[in-house]
């Protein structure tokens, strides 16, 4: 294929240097690290992240406009977060001109798309001024999580101190200790419809995107995009906020990456070409087209 | 003996009308109608049954100019029908909105009259778009203003254009400290420049005012020194806001209002007999052509103890701060001065606007059939909406908006004046006519003018 990360300036693996924002952090603590320092340095005068909701690990846009706040948004929370429907009411009674934006590849390209077609969105687009994207294979609904916790996990939602998707696993741990991991092959069936024509998974149109696939644990793999990426991600550097690896010495690497991009590729393909015959006597449309 | 001669459509402003004149050998207008040709919206209509939500965000969209006020207007109008009181910072935060429309519309204005008007001892007249200064510096501030009125405007109601933020009962959202900062930093920032602005245009306009003559389409046009006098009376609600039927003392009083139809106040059929193929743009309507103000009129005329109004900055100068200038000229100054007014008041609202204080009603009555008004201060007047709510639903509604009530008070400014400045009377008025453009049914009579306009 070839394509399936997507353009970027450069690739490393890395990790944050704060022993603060590790501590709560899903991988690297790439985007938390990015966004504090984007704050600090005024590049950003508020981010949009998965805040705490009204249940646990249900998570709700929230519009962090300090480190301390940025902090309790850390980490990764597996159902959806309406992020982009705040992007809006950033810059109005919230009275930001400069928004950082971190969201799942499909939220990307709807800040992107809003950016070139700005319905809705009037003097939102050029607000916009960083966007860190998160690798992602497919979603859940929030009774899908509840579901496969509760259930499958026994577990109470409540009880949960972290969840992961990796070597192939759903992994939940408990707060008093417990490590509980479910086959990849018994979530498929919770997932988010929606998510299985998407056809990307490197979030490919972000300033810079990160996920843990391809580094190490507590490293996170890190696409800088965008010539504002770019920039944010020399100046974070410069500052020492971060360390970094040549992606190309760390195990497993870009190929690791190239592999599930293209089979989240492969597969959901397969689903748009189904949806090509789907309906009485009417495809439904294929987004990429 | 008198010639007609017709301006179709007359430009510069926001929306469709058009000029009928009767003039003399002199050229001097002795009969002027200034009418509105924009088709009806019925906005009223497609009100009835809906929620008192959704009505005023639909009435907004009657034009895009001052949404603001209209927005307000329909929504307060609710309020009134309903009697739902509504949070202080929720007022406040409408208030904050208001002047930011009104700062905004004031900046667009000045855009669409500077055309007229002359650089100062020289005999060139003032375009905006030039590249070239002093011009160019001016410009600039213009549209620095729109900008810091359309922000506070976005920050404070959600959108600069078809305000999102309020709603019946109050505001949806409350701005944040730092929301509050900005428009407060913006405010400020606008201030110098309104008073440079002001400064500017007040002596551009005395400049013009100090000339014998404007050159129209090549000609030399006499300035009469009365241009644009009137003997209209004036209505204002408010310096800056505006009154509803809840207040204990509201400044407008529906009972002193009457509409009458076109045909009662406009000319009827004529034919063109004066035309100008050199007046800009594209000349006049040509002679021989058939027009008839009376029934391509589409608006009504409004009045207020039996005659019309005027509405707008000087209305509003003259009625709280004793502002006396007459003419076209004293009515473009009154809207200057109002620049850095709405900027010192706006600053004073943001100021006390409390950031974690309510702003949406605890309990919002669902309404029951009685009617209530809102009257808003528009930039370019008073507006007028009525509405009768019962169990959430609006049963009729009703809008009296600036422009409507300057119709019929500028056709008689417009006697006395060479028919080519007709123009420049108009747009003294800063037209709005897409929402000046209604028919109101109210009682069993009017119903067969609706038919007869449909004929």
């Known amino acids: ?44 005068d508020g981010a949009i992240v998965a805040g705490a909701g009204d249940e646990p690990w249900r998570p709700r846009p929230f519009i962090a406009t300090t480190k301390a706040e940025l902090f309790a948004a850390r980490g990764t929370k597996y159902n959806i977060c309406p992020n982009v429907s705040f992007i809006k009411e950033a810059t109005r009674s919230y009275g930001l001109d400069k928004v950082g934006i971190v969201g799942t590849p499909c939220q990307m390209q709807a800040v992107r798309k809003g950016q070139l077609y700005p319905i809705g969105l009037r003097d939102v687009g050029d607000k916009i001024a960083l966007a ?21 996990a026994a577990m109470k939602m409540e009880a949960v101190k972290k969840m ?88 497993p690497g870009l190929e690791l990456v190239s592999k599930l991009a293209n089979e989240k590729i492969t597969k959901n393909k397969t689903t748009l070409e189904e949806r090509a015959t789907f309906g009485v006597g009417k495809a439904l449309r294929n987004p990429y087209i | 003996m008198s010639k007609v001669v017709e301006i179709s459509p007359t430009t510069r402003h926001e929306g469709h009308s058009k000029l009928v004149l ?30 008192m939500e959704q009505v ?48 905004h519309s004031i900046a667009l204005h000045n855009i669409l009259i500077l055309p007229d008007l002359y650089i100062p001892g020289t005999d060139t007249k003032i375009n905006p778009f030039t590249p070239e200064e002093p011009v160019r510096s001016v410009a600039k501030r213009i549209q620095r203003l729109r900008e810091i009125g359309q922000t506070i405007g976005q920050v404070s109601g959600g959108e600069a254009i078809h305000p999102s933020n309020p709603r019946v009962g109050g505001m949806y959202k409350a701005c944040t400290e730092r929301a509050k900062t900005k428009m407060y930093d913006l405010a400020k920032e606008g201030l110098v420049l309104a008073h440079q602005q002001m400064d500017f245009m007040i002596a551009v306009l005395r400049n013009f005012q100090k000339r014998d003559w404007a050159d129209v389409g090549g000609a030399k046009i006499a300035i009469p020194k009365d241009l644009g006098y009137h003997n209209q009376g004036y209505m204002a609600t408010h310096p800056f806001y505006g009154t509803t039927s809840m207040d204990e003392c509201p400044t407008w009083d529906y009972s002193r209002f009457k509409e009458v139809r076109p045909w009662d106040w406009y000319m009827g059929e004529m034919e063109v007999s004066l035309a100008d193929p050199k007046y800009p743009i594209g000349g006049t309507t040509p002679v021989g052509t058939k027009v008839n103000p009376q029934m391509e009129a589409c608006t009504g005329i409004p ?48 100021d006390e606007y409390n950031p974690s204080g309510k702003v949406v009603a605890d309990y919002i009555p669902q309404g029951d059939g009685s009617m209530g008004w809102a009257a808003n201060e528009a930039p370019r007047g008073t507006d007028v909406h009525l509405a009768k709510v019962k169990d959430g639903r609006v049963l009729w509604y009703s809008m009296l908006v600036p422009t409507t009530w300057n119709f019929g008070t500028c056709s008689a400014a417009l006697t006395g004046a060479p028919w080519q400045l007709a123009e420049v009377v108009v747009r003294a008025y800063d037209p709005c006519v897409s929402c000046a453009t209604h028919m109101i049914v109210i009682d069993e009579d009017n119903r067969i003018v609706a038919q007869k306009l449909i004929q």
């Open chain 2, 56 to 103: 005023p965000k639909i009435a907004s969209r009657v034009c895009g100019i001052c949404p603001i006020a209209h927005t307000l207007a329909g929504i307060e109008s609710m309020e009134a029908s309903i009697k739902c009181e509504i949070p202080k910072d929720a007022k406040q935060l409408r208030f904050i909105l208001q002047l930011a429309n009104r700062l």
């Open chain 1, 132 to 152: 860190i994207g998160i690798f992602c294979m497919e979603n859940f609904p929030y009774q899908s999580i509840v579901q496969l916790v509760e259930d499958h």
């Open chain 1, 1 to 44: 294929m070839g394509t399936e990360l997507g353009k970027y300036k450069s690739c490393v693996s890395a990790r944050s240097t704060d022993k603060e924002i590790l501590k709560g952090a899903q991988d690297g603590g790439i985007v938390t690290q990015l966004f504090a320092f984007a704050l600090d340095e005024g590049i950003i």
């Open chain 2, 303 to 350: 009045m207020y103890d039996g005659a019309p109004v005027e509405v707008g900055p000087r209305a509003r100068l003259a009625t709280f701060k004793g502002y006396d200038e007459k003419g076209t000229v004293g009515q473009h100054i009154a809207r200057q001065m109002e620049y850095t007014d709405s900027l010192y008041a706006m600053i004073a609202a943001i």
């Open chain 2, 22 to 51: 009767k003039v003399n050998d002199a050229g001097i207008i002795e009969t002027g109608n200034w009418c509105s040709i924009t088709p009806v919206r019925g906005v009223e209509k497609l009100a009835i049954g809906k929620t």
């Open chain 1, 164 to 251: 992961e998707i990796g070597k192939g696993k759903f992994w939940v741990y408990g707060q008093r200790g417990q490590v509980v991991q479910l086959p990849l092959k018994v979530t498929h069936k919770y997932e988010q419809p929606g998510c299985h024509v998407c056809l990307d998974y490197v979030a490919n149109l972000a300033d810079v995107s990160t996920g843990s696939v391809g580094s190490a644990d507590g490293w996170s793999t890190v696409f800088v995009r965008t010539r504002a990426g770019d920039s944010v991600w020399a100046k974070a550097i410069a500052a020492g906020c971060f360390e970094t690896q040549p992606i190309e010495k760390v195990k």
